[in-house]
């Protein structure tokens, strides 16, 4: 593609000084090393995995135009390597046709060397696709051919290894995401959750075509999954975009827990079932309990407000049949989130049915206080000999006959019992103010 240009004869002018003998042999194996070092990296690059695929595959999108450039780029690098190695082969034959080169000698290779004495002819496509006028050929030194080798290597390496480094990390982690969902379909379906029938089954389904679509998109425009490296000059620097990816297996990740919690329903369903009976058997007790304590409350004390007391959780029991049913017909699926809606529900109606409870039976709590706090005041009197007192008789008396009587006034009986520890305050106050001059006397 591309030939050495004809160099000048004795009467050239060499672009600047004339090299002696070992610069041009210093030159020469300079220029030596380079010519291994890049044919080298092009056999390497022709034989890059992933150059072979993109040559094979089926591309589409921003792959398909890149490598379209790319293939341009690599066939253009041949050419270029052929007109150096061409060039080089010249100087060689011109160094090694005396051992003592002649100054013409010395002019020649110098402007081989250092001149702008390279031809290489442009390509059809290159030609069309440029965006200045057409040129059928360009001259370059050796230097600046190889400049223009490093930086179409370096770019067609960059999207060889992109399109390489996709391959290598996609396709086998959906393969092996998509094994996982076969494996989480055939549990789902055996517990009941398919599309149509549970919200699980539809994100499956949903899951299933995106793994499809994007594996046939990973394979035929890889480059549209590369997320290229910050400031990254190196060829390939960057990484596999995995966010699509990545929402797939969590959201697979998400249904398998769902179907590992049907498939938990499905063990221990019965001993669920048999704890929600037990919770709302005991609901149903205490309500039973605050309604017979309501009566016991309206026909004992007086002038009280005593709250109503709800009816039964029906609505929750024909929920708890239901979950029966699903349970005999073996439908996990829609079991499973009614038994967690039930235990929450059914918690919630025993908490409350303990609250109407408390509530309701407030009225006797405040009588029983009223009580007690008398007794107790009557026994602290009898303990200083005062038992017989008439004013603490006839108000003890008193107190008692609204507390032990129906229906009873609390806030009378309340009164009442007030006064009596006022009267036996009013006689303790005074015996204790002897007490503590007698002993003042005594010492």
């Given amino acids: 593609m591309g030939v050495a240009g004809s160099f000048p004869g004795f009467a050239g002018r060499p672009p600047g000084p004339v090299m002696d003998r070992d610069e041009a042999d210093r030159a020469l194996a300079r220029l030596g090393a380079e010519h291994e070092a890049i044919e080298t990296s092009l056999l390497a690059l022709q034989d890059h995995a992933g150059r072979r695929l993109l040559e094979g595959a089926d591309l589409?999108?921003?792959?398909?135009?890149?490598?379209?450039?790319?293939e341009q780029s690599i066939t253009l690098l041949w050419g270029y390597f052929d007109a150096y190695a061409g060039a080089l082969v010249r100087a060689r034959e011109i160094r090694a046709a005396r051992r003592?080169?002649?100054?013409?000698?010395?002019?020649?290779?110098?402007e081989l060397l250092r001149g702008d004495s390279v031809t290489v002819a442009n390509p059809a496509g290159a030609?069309?696709?440029?965006?200045?006028?057409?040129?059928?050929?360009?001259r370059?030194?050796?230097?600046?051919?190889v400049a223009r080798m490093n930086d179409l290597y370096a770019g067609s390496l960059d999207m060889v290894v992109a399109a390489d480094s996709v391959w290598s990390a996609l396709p086998a982690r959906i393969d092996l995401l998509a094994a996982e969902l076969r494996r989480t379909r055939s549990l789902a379906?055996?517990?009941?959750?398919?599309?149509?029938?549970h919200p699980a089954g539809d994100d499956l389904e949903s899951i299933t075509q995106e793994l499809i679509t994007l594996r046939v998109q990973v394979i035929s425009d890889p480059l549209a999954f590369w997320l290229p490296g910050p400031g990254s000059a190196a060829p390939g620097g960057g990484r596999p975009d995995t966010s699509r990816y990545d929402r797939a297996a969590r959201a697979l990740e998400d249904v398998r827990r769902e179907v590992e919690a049907v498939l938990a329903v499905r063990q221990d369903a019965e001993q669920r079932l048999?704890?929600?009976?037990?919770?709302?058997?005991?609901?149903?007790?205490?309500?039973?309990e605050a309604r017979s304590a309501r009566g016991e409350v309206l026909a004992k004390i007086a002038a009280s407000e005593v709250p109503a007391v709800s009816g039964p959780p029906t609505a929750l029991q024909e929920r708890l049949a239901a979950a029966s049913e699903y349970r005999r017909h073996a439908q996990w699926n829609r079991l499973s989130p009614l038994l967690d809606s039930l235990e929450r529900e059914a918690e919630d109606e025993l908490l409350r049915a303990r609250d109407s409870l408390t509530s309701v039976t407030a009225p006797l709590a405040v009588r029983a206080e009223l009580r007690g706090r008398l007794d107790a005041y009557k026994a602290k009197v009898a303990r200083h000999g005062m038992a017989e007192d008439p004013l603490l008789i006839e108000r003890y008396d008193a107190a008692r006959r609204m507390l032990w009587s129906a229906p009873c006034d609390l806030r009378v009986a309340g009164q009442a019992v007030l006064r009596y520890q006022q009267a036996a305050a009013?006689?303790?106050?005074?015996?204790?103010?002897?007490?503590?001059?007698?002993?003042?006397?005594?010492s």
């Fill in 140 to 145: 370059f030194t050796l230097e600046e051919l």
């Fill in 274 to 288: 048999a704890r929600l009976r037990d919770v709302l058997s005991r609901a149903d007790r205490t309500l039973a």
């Fill in 127 to 138: 030609r069309a696709s440029a965006g200045g006028p057409a040129r059928l050929a360009e």
């Fill in 100 to 110: 003592h080169p002649s100054r013409d000698d010395l002019a020649a290779l110098t």
């Fill in 426 to 442: 009013d006689l303790l106050t005074p015996r204790r103010r002897d007490e503590h001059d007698g002993l003042g006397e005594r």
């Fill in 60 to 70: 589409t999108g921003v792959t398909k135009e890149r490598w379209a450039a790319t």
């Fill in 189 to 197: 379906h055996s517990v009941g959750v398919r599309p149509g029938e």
